[in-house]
């Protein structure tokens, strides 16, 4: 197991996602011959969903991990569970929030690689609130599925500006 395989698992097994975690070990317990430590150490806590959280978590805190990998890997994993109809915009967009949240507040990450699955729950509630353009926040987020292209939030707001102003300037001339 690399260190992005442990960041990976433990992203979605902390947002109650297992069944890769679990194929996972299974294919690790028929395939090592000896188990590796971790393998053995994970094996020991298998039902306590918090304790193989934390073994990851120690697992892969030794040694530099690049999160870019895990954050693609995570996204692909959304990708394919829209796009198999296993997962709802709505819901994938609350698990990339939770996802980004786990790895901790926008301060703390890099923005860069986790800003995107953080925001995009932002910028739905902004278009709920009717601020923002479904369609151009739709477009922004399934660039970002389908190709890992990061969410432009000044193109989101300059548009809406935009339209704004328009919308004034017409409603000050027509009264």
């Not at 197991?1 to 679990?22: H, N, V």
């Not at 697992?59 to 296993?86: G, I, P």
């Not at 729950?121 to 278009?127: E, G, H, K, N, S």
Request: aromatic letters at 16%; glycine letters at 4%.
């Amino acid at each position: 197991m690399t260190r992005e395989d442990a960041f990976y698992y433990e992203c979605l097994m902390a947002i109650g996602i297992s069944d890769e975690y679990d194929e996972w070990l299974d294919s690790s317990l028929e395939s090592e011959s000896p188990l590796s430590d971790i393998t053995l150490d994970l094996v020991s806590c298998r039902s306590d969903v918090n304790k193989t959280i934390s073994i990851l978590y120690d697992y892969r805190m030794d040694q530099a991990t690049d999160e870019s990998v895990v954050c693609d890997r995570l996204r692909q994993f959304f990708q394919k569970a829209y796009h198999s109809n296993r997962m709802d915009k709505e819901k994938v967009v609350s698990f990339m929030y939770s996802l980004a949240s786990h790895v901790g507040d926008p301060g703390d990450f890099d923005l860069t690689i986790w800003g995107s699955m953080y925001y995009f729950d932002y910028y739905y509630a902004l278009v709920n609130d009717g601020i923002l353009a479904l369609e151009k926040v739709d477009s922004a987020f399934f660039a970002y599925l389908d190709n890992g292209t990061a969410i432009d939030s000044q193109k989101l707001w300059e548009s809406n500006i935009r339209s704004t102003l328009w919308e004034r300037i017409k409603w000050h001339f027509t009264k």
